[in-house]
C-alpha cells in the first residue's frame, strides 16, 4: 500500500500552539480586567490548540497518527497549576472521545501526564528562565518514554517505528523549549514595561515634589512672619482679624497645592466619568506651576468650558506630562501657551511653547516606548499621554520647527448627555 505522508501539520499544530500563546498574552496586556482570570485565561488558550491538534492530527504512517496536543497541556498544567491541567485534562479526553471513541490507553496516558506535571508545577514556578528551559525537555523527554513504555505493556497493537521515536519523543523537546521560550520572554517584556511606565510617573511624582516643596515655603515664610506679629501686645482686634485671615489664606494655598500632589501621586481607579475640560486642565496647571517657576516659564491659558469622558487621573497624568514635556524644552525659560475651544462636535485643546523644538524624526516617533529626546527621558510618559488620549476616542497632531518650538493639538470628542429621559 503507497501511503502519503502529510507532514505538513506538525507546522499547523506549531501554528496553533504559539499563536494561541501570543492571543493569551495580548488579552493578558491589554485586558487588565481579564488579568484577575489568570487561570481560566490560559485554560481557555490552551484548550484552542489542543483541540485543533487533534481535529488536523500528524499522519506518521499508516498505522500509527500522532500530534501535539500534550504541548498546550503540558504548558498550561505547567504555569496554571493543578486546578487548570485538571480542566485541560477534561477538554483533552472529552473531544478525544468524541472524535475517536473511548480509548482506555489514551486516558491511562494522559492522567499520568497530567499527575507527573502538576507535581512539578510547584518547583517549576520558582525556577528561573533556563532552569525552566532544561527542566522541560527532561519533563516531556521523561514523559514521552514513560507512556510509550506504558502504550507497550497494554496494548498488543502499539509498535515503536523511527517515525513515532521522531515526532513523538525527539521533536516535542524543541517545540516545548521554543514555546516557553516565547512565553518567558512575552512575560519578562510586559513585566520591564510595566515597571518602566511605574518608574516614569515616580519620576514625574519627584520632581513635583521637589518644586512643591519650595512653592510650600513661601506661603509657610507668610504665615510665620503673621504668627511673630500676633505675639505683639497692642494690636488692635482689626488689625488682628487681618493677620489671621492672612493666614488662614496661605494655609489653604499651602494645602491645596499638597493636595494636587496627593492627587497625581496615589494610583488611578479604573472609573469612566464626566471631565470637565477647563477645570480639570485648570488643576493641571496650577499643580505643574512649582516647576514652571523653577524653569522661569510663563504658563498662560484660554480654556473655554467643554465636557468629554474618561478616567479623570489618567486625563490629569495626560497632560501633566504635555505640559511637563513642553516646560522641560525651555531649558532658559519662556512661555508655554494653553488654549482650549470646542469646535462642532469636538473639543480641541493646544500646548504651545517656544522652546527647543522638534526634528523630523522625533516628531514621527513622538509616543514611541522607550524613546525619547530628553539625555534622560525613557519616552514612557509621551507613550502613556498617547494611549490615554486613543482611549478616549480623541487624537494627537503634533507640529514644531527646531529652536523655534512646539504645538500639540488634541481633539477630544464632545460628550452630549441624553435630556430625553427627564
Known amino acids: 500500500m503507497n501511503f502519503i505522508y502529510i507532514n505538513q501539520n506538525i507546522l499547523d499544530n506549531l501554528f496553533y500552539i504559539l499563536v494561541s500563546i501570543l492571543i493569551y498574552y495580548i488579552l493578558l496586556d491589554h485586558g487588565k480586567r481579564l488579568s484577575h482570570y489568570g487561570k481560566t485565561l490560559i485554560t481557555a488558550c490552551m ?23 500534550q504541548i498546550p497541556f503540558i504548558i498550561g498544567t505547567l504555569y496554571g497549576g493543578w486546578p487548570v491541567g485538571a480542566a485541560l485534562l477534561v477538554i483533552i479526553l472529552t473531544f478525544r472521545f468524541a472524535f475517536y471513541g473511548f480509548n482506555l490507553l489514551t486516558l491511562t496516558v494522559y492522567i499520568v501526564i497530567f499527575i507527573i506535571t502538576a507535581l512539578f508545577s510547584s518547583k517549576f514556578k520558582n525556577f528561573n528562565r533556563k532552569n525552566k ?70 519620576e514625574v511624582v519627584s520632581q513635583l515634589a521637589a518644586s512643591i516643596s519650595h512653592e510650600v515655603r513661601n506661603p509657610l515664610t507668610v504665615v510665620k512672619g503673621f504668627v511673630q506679629l500676633l505675639k505683639a501686645p497692642d494690636l488692635t482686634q482689626e488689625v488682628r482679624e487681618q ?19 496627593l492627587a497625581f501621586a496615589k494610583p488611578a481607579l479604573e472609573k469612566v466619568e464626566n471631565i470637565l475640560i ?39 497624568q495626560c497632560f501633566l506630562n504635555l505640559i511637563k514635556n513642553g516646560i522641560e524644552a525651555m531649558p532658559n525659560g519662556g512661555e508655554l501657551n494653553i488654549v482650549s475651544y470646542v469646535n462642532n462636535f469636538d473639543i480641541i485643546i493646544e500646548i504651545s511653547d517656544n522652546g527647543v523644538g522638534m526634528n523630523k524624526e522625533q516628531i514621527n516617533r513622538f509616543g514611541e516606548p ?20 486613543q482611549t478616549m476616542n480623541g487624537t494627537l497632531h503634533l ?24
Open 399 to 422: 507640529t514644531s520647527a527646531l529652536n523655534k518650538g512646539t504645538t500639540i493639538s488634541i481633539t477630544l470628542p464632545v460628550y452630549q448627555e441624553d435630556h430625553s429621559g427627564k
Open 243 to 261: 493677620y489671621i485671615q492672612h493666614v488662614v489664606r496661605e494655609l489653604n494655598s499651602a494645602e491645596s497645592i499638597i493636595s494636587e500632589y
Open 133 to 202: 528551559l532544561n527542566s522541560s525537555i527532561l519533563l516531556i523527554l521523561f514523559l514521552g518514554i514513560l507512556t510509550s513504555f506504558i502504550s507497550i505493556v497494554m496494548s498488543d497493537y502499539f509498535r515503536i517505528t523511527e517515525a513515532y521515536v521522531f515526532y513523538f519523543i525527539i521533536l516535542p523537546p524543541f517545540i516545548i523549549v521554543l514555546a516557553l521560550y516565547i512565553i518567558e520572554i512575552l512575560k519578562d517584556a510586559i513585566i520591564i514595561r510595566t515597571q518602566m511606565v511605574r518608574l516614569e510617573k515616580m
Open 278 to 316: 477647563n477645570r480639570e486642565i485648570g488643576y493641571v496647571i496650577e499643580m505643574i506651576k512649582p516647576l514652571a517657576n523653577m524653569n522661569l516659564v510663563t504658563i498662560s491659558n484660554q480654556l473655554a468650558p467643554g465636557i468629554t469622558r474618561g478616567n479623570i487621573q489618567h486625563f490629569k
Open 370 to 389: 522607550y524613546y525619547s529626546s530628553k539625555e534622560k527621558g525613557t519616552g514612557l510618559g509621551s507613550m502613556v499621554a498617547v494611549k490615554t488620549i
Open 47 to 69: 484548550s484552542i490548540p489542543i483541540i485543533l491538534c487533534m481535529k488536523f492530527p500528524i499522519y506518521i504512517d499508516e498505522y500509527c497518527v500522532h500530534d501535539l496536543r
